[in-house]
């Protein structure tokens, strides 16, 4: 999963709110909201990323151990792919 490009979906538009970042997609109309690390996911995609390129993002802004992050990450990338956030080639 590390070695794959994460690219966000062009069609979410968002806003802060609060402790949240609410996102709309333009097109379906459905609304999430992310918690501040899915946002600081979300804004490490603002180019395409690997996985690794990610962490190593959230590494620098939050003092976490590496693992804890990977494991964020990697659950977080999942949902956002899910969730048709983001996606991988």
């Not at 918690?35 to 003092?63: C, F, G, H, K, M």
């Amino acid at each position: 999963m590390t070695d794959r490009v994460w690219r966000r979906n062009d069609d979410w538009v968002g806003s802060p709110v609060e402790d949240s970042y609410v996102m709309v997609n333009i097109e379906s109309g459905t609304y999430v909201a992310l918690n501040p690390t899915a946002r600081a996911i979300w804004e490490a995609l603002a180019t395409p990323s690997t996985q690794s390129e990610v962490e190593a993002s959230l590494l620098r802004q939050y003092d976490v151990p590496p693992e804890t992050c990977a494991q964020a990450v990697t659950r977080t990338l999942q949902e956002m792919q899910a969730q048709q956030l983001a996606s991988a080639s």
